[in-house]
């Protein structure tokens, strides 16, 4: 891809007004070496990255895209990928379905679903994990209250050192960009509370 999709100036401006390391086209190496990912399609590339500091952790948000060159995707969306030296359980989680959601997997790696033994939870997320113990660790009593009560939908993925979030409602656009950075800190508390 050659040129950057439209409102990219716009994260852009916001980076700089905020003293955040911008890259229209940053380097695709460091974003694959997350992959492959349970709960989401890996994009074809990654476009608009920018980069923050949230206490011990490091955050990237970029826009994930999809299309083909000189194609728009679907709709365009937003990553933020989170490095935290605290995180040690490999778990994924969705609520609701989007056209990012993975359907299909190759090989045997298939993540398998798992019950945490909360109802409410269970009920209206689809968790994946080596097994229930991991699920749950991964997943904390306090994580999953702070979603719920969010009334979250989007894809979570949390592994050894990091975690990748994305909210279904998130545009590459400056204000989404905010919200995100505002929602990394309270997600990584409640991932990093005691685990069982």
């Known amino acids: 891809m050659s040129t950057l999709p439209p409102g990219s100036e716009c994260i852009d401006t916001w980076a700089r007004f905020h003293r955040l390391p911008y890259r ?13 990912f349970w709960v989401l399609i890996s994009p074809l590339r990654y476009l608009n990255a920018v980069q923050a500091a949230v206490g011990y952790s490091q955050v990237v948000l970029v826009e994930p ?3 083909e ?6 709709r365009r969306s937003l990553f933020a990928f989170v490095s935290h ?5 490999r778990a994924a989680a969705r609520i609701g379905a989007s056209s990012l959601t993975r359907v299909t997997f190759l090989g045997g790696h298939r993540p398998v679903e798992q019950s945490t033994g909360d109802t409410e939870w269970d009920h209206l997320a689809l968790t994946y994990a080596a097994s229930p113990l991991d699920a749950v660790r991964a997943f904390t009593p306090s994580l999953r209250k702070l979603l ?7 894809h979570l993925e949390l592994r050894h050192g990091g975690l990748l979030l994305h909210l279904a409602d998130a545009q590459p656009v400056p204000q989404d960009l905010e919200r995100v950075l505002q929602w990394v800190p309270m997600v990584l508390d409640k991932a990093l509370k005691e685990r069982p």
């Open 148 to 154: 719920l009560r969010w009334r979250f939908t989007g």
């Open 85 to 89: 030296p605290g995180l040690r359980y």
């Open 65 to 67: 895209w999809y299309a």
């Open 69 to 74: 060159e000189g194609f728009q995707p679907e």
């Open 24 to 36: 229209s086209f940053p380097e695709d190496a460091w974003f694959r070496a997350w992959e492959p």
